[in-house]
Nanobody, 115 residues
Framework: QVQLVESGGGLVQPGGSLRLSCAAS????????AGWYRQAPGKQRELVAGISNGGSPNYADSVKGRFTISRDNPKNTVYLQMNSLKPEDTAVYYC?????????WGQGTQVTVSS
């Protein structure tokens, strides 16, 4: 049974930083691709950043240069470091993994950027 558990969301002022964590059980991040998605109220869920099983990252244009996705293999955890946060980054952030053709999602963590 694959489980993804996110943590690290919260309220931050514009220009601030947050680091999201996604801890996995039942799968190994270094074998499978993973990523972070977000969904703002009234909008579709969108890919924010992904990391391949080889460790190559990719980013949405809206977060390039501000967000960094990384992976800690011994801890089996994927991180999303978010810097220079903007109000438009406000959303529920979801960890995602594709394991042998199946999609798995975490429960989501709220990120609110507001003064």
């Amino acid at each position: 049974q694959v489980q993804l558990v996110e943590s690290g969301g919260g309220l931050v002022q514009p220009g601030g930083s947050l680091r999201l964590s996604c801890a996995a059980s039942g799968m190994i991040f270094s074998i499978h691709a993973a990523g972070w998605y977000r969904q703002a109220p009234g909008k579709q869920r969108e890919l924010v950043a992904g990391i391949s099983n080889g460790g190559s990252p990719n980013y949405a244009d809206s977060v390039k240069g501000r967000f960094t996705i990384s992976r800690d293999n011994p801890k089996n955890t994927v991180y999303l470091q978010m810097n220079s946060l903007k109000p438009e980054d406000t959303a529920v952030y979801y960890c995602h993994a594709e394991v042998w053709g199946y999609n798995y999602w975490g429960q989501g963590t709220q990120v609110t950027v507001s003064s």
